[in-house]
C-alpha cells in the first residue's frame, strides 16, 4: 500500500464552517456516477473528508477534488489490510472519531444530526447505522434491517480478518464485520443506498463476491457448529454461517428467506427481481465451492520434507 500526499491544502475558513468533529472515510474507484451524490450528503457539516482510491480513470478524482484536498492512492498487494482497514491503520485524522461511507451510500439530514447528537453525547464508541436499499428506483422492505458498524472511534475498530486473499475480488473490504473494543449502540435513521450504476455493476460485484464467499464456506465447513459465545452478536452471526454452509439448496432457501420471510413479496416486482438474484448470487457460491472441492481433491497431498524411513 502506498499512499500520494495531498499537494494542497483546505482554507481555514473551510475548516471553520465544518461543525462536527467528525473525519470521513471515503473508499473510491470508477464511482463517477456515485461519489458526487456521497460527497454532497457529507459537504459542510463534517470537519474532514478522506477520499481512498485505486487508481480512478473515469473522472471519479475530477469530482472528488471539488470537495477535498485529502485524497491518496491505495494499491492493494493481494495481502493484508484490505482498504478501510489500511485507511484506519495510515490516514492522519484530525478527529476521533471517523465515518465509513461508500459511494453509493447517503447520509440523510435526519442520520446527519442524529449522528452529530451521537458524537457529542459519548454514550458509546461506536454505532450500527441501519441502510435503506433502493433497488431499480424501489425501496425494499426486505434489505432491512441491514445494521453495519460505520461510524466509530478509530483506534478501537478493525475489520476481522478471515484469512482469503481471493485473487480479484476487490481490494475493498465488503462483507467482513468490523469489530470494535468498546461499547456499540444504534442509530435509529437509516442511510440511504443506492448505485447510480447499471445492474450490470451489481452482477459483475457479486460475482467477484461469490469467489471470497466459497473461500470462506469452505472454511467454516472445517469449523464445527456450537453454542459457545451466542450472547455474541458476531460470533453469533458466525456460528449460524456455519451451520448455512452444511444446508442443502441454499440459491432456494436464500430466494425464500428473502421473498417470504424478510418480505420481499410486499415490494412487488422489484423485491421479486431483488430475491431472485439473491437466489442466484448463492447459487453461484455453491458451483464455486463445489469447483473449490473438486480441485482440493484432485491435487495431491504434499509429502513431508525430510529424511524419510527406511
Given amino acids: 500500500m502506498e499512499s500520494v500526499v495531498p499537494t494542497t491544502s483546505m482554507s481555514q475558513e473551510d475548516r471553520a464552517s465544518k461543525a462536527v468533529p467528525l473525519s470521513v472515510i471515503l473508499p473510491v474507484r470508477n464511482e463517477v456516477l456515485n461519489v458526487r451524490a456521497a460527497l454532497e450528503s457529507v459537504r459542510g457539516w463534517v470537519d474532514e473528508i478522506w477520499i481512498v482510491d485505486s487508481g480512478s480513470s473515469d473522472g471519479t478524482l475530477d469530482i472528488a477534488r471539488e470537495y477535498t484536498d485529502n485524497i491518496v492512492q491505495c494499491q492493494y498487494a493481494g495481502h493484508d489490510a484490505k482498504k478501510r482497514n489500511w485507511s484506519i491503520d495510515n490516514l492522519p485524522f484530525r478527529n476521533e472519531w471517523v465515518l465509513i461511507l461508500d459511494a453509493d451510500e447517503r447520509i440523510t439530514p435526519e442520520l446527519r444530526a442524529e449522528i452529530a447528537s451521537a458524537i457529542k453525547?459519548?454514550?458509546?464508541?461506536?454505532?450500527?447505522?441501519?441502510?435503506?436499499?433502493?433497488?431499480?428506483?424501489?425501496?425494499?422492505?426486505?434489505?432491512?434491517?441491514?445494521?453495519?458498524?460505520?461510524?466509530?472511534?478509530?483506534?478501537?475498530?478493525?475489520?476481522?480478518?478471515?484469512?482469503?486473499?481471493?485473487?480479484?475480488?476487490?481490494?475493498?473490504?465488503?462483507?467482513?464485520?468490523?469489530?470494535?473494543?468498546?461499547?456499540?449502540?444504534?442509530?435509529?435513521?437509516?442511510?440511504?443506498?443506492?448505485?447510480f450504476r447499471p445492474l450490470r455493476a451489481w452482477v459483475d460485484n457479486h460475482n467477484r463476491y461469490s469467489d471470497w464467499e466459497a473461500q470462506v464456506y469452505q472454511t467454516l465447513r472445517k469449523e464445527p457448529v456450537t453454542v459457545k459465545g451466542l450472547q455474541i452478536p458476531v460470533e453469533r452471526n458466525r456460528q449460524l454461517k456455519r451451520l448455512w454452509v452444511r444446508l442443502p439448496f441454499r440459491p432456494l432457501a436464500r430466494f425464500a428467506y428473502f421473498y417470504f420471510v424478510k418480505g420481499g413479496l410486499r415490494d412487488g416486482r422489484e423485491g421479486f427481481l431483488y430475491c431472485v438474484l439473491m437466489g442466484y448470487y448463492e447459487f453461484l457460491i455453491g458451483v464455486k465451492l463445489r469447483e473449490l472441492q473438486k480441485t482440493h481433491e484432485q491435487t495431491p497431498e504434499a509429502k513431508p520434507v525430510g529424511l524419510q524411513p527406511d
Fill in 121 to 195: 453525547s459519548d454514550n458509546a464508541d461506536g454505532y450500527y447505522l441501519d441502510r435503506e436499499y433502493i433497488f431499480l428506483q424501489r425501496s425494499l422492505k426486505c434489505f432491512r434491517p441491514n445494521w453495519n458498524m460505520r461510524l466509530l472511534k478509530h483506534r478501537l475498530g478493525r475489520y476481522e480478518a478471515l484469512g482469503t486473499n481471493v485473487p480479484a475480488t476487490g481490494d475493498n473490504e465488503v462483507h467482513e464485520h468490523l469489530l470494535l473494543k468498546g461499547r456499540t449502540a444504534f442509530l435509529r435513521h437509516p442511510m440511504l443506498h443506492e448505485d
